[in-house]
């Protein structure tokens, strides 16, 4: 009997080395490996402005991490692009999910990508 319960606590942590010394390596956000100036050329948009507003979202039965929410900002100085003002942001909820959480008043230099009504 006691035989076996060794064998259990050896296969108990050989499992989770095994696990964890054959996973690759993965990265959260693909845009973690970008460098400032390749997002600045993939960019549509780049502004500076203050964080006027949050939408009010939908009231939700499960909240999800990638739940667009959108952010309504004042546009001080235009770097590239045709950003309006206001100027809606919309994001994913969670930095998690590469979403951005801005707060309120606050001044942000924003590099965006124009998206169509309903698209993603």
Do not use: N
Not at 75 to 87: C, E, L, N, S, T
Not at 88 to 106: I, M, N, Q, T, Y
């Amino acid at each position: 009997m006691p035989r076996r319960t060794v064998l259990v606590g050896v296969l108990a942590l050989a499992v989770p080395v095994i696990m964890v010394g054959t996973a690759p390596a993965a990265l959260a956000c693909s845009c973690v490996t970008q460098q400032f100036t390749g997002q600045v050329d993939r960019a549509d948009v780049v502004f500076s402005g203050r964080v006027l507003a949050l939408e009010p979202e939908r009231p939700r039965t499960v909240v999800g991490s990638t739940d667009p929410m959108t952010w309504t900002f004042s546009v001080d100085r235009r770097y590239k692009g045709d950003a309006q003002a206001p100027q809606p942001v919309v994001s994913v909820r969670s930095e998690a999910s590469c979403g951005v959480e801005f707060r309120e008043g606050r001044t942000y230099l924003v590099l965006g990508s124009h998206q169509q009504a309903g698209g993603t």
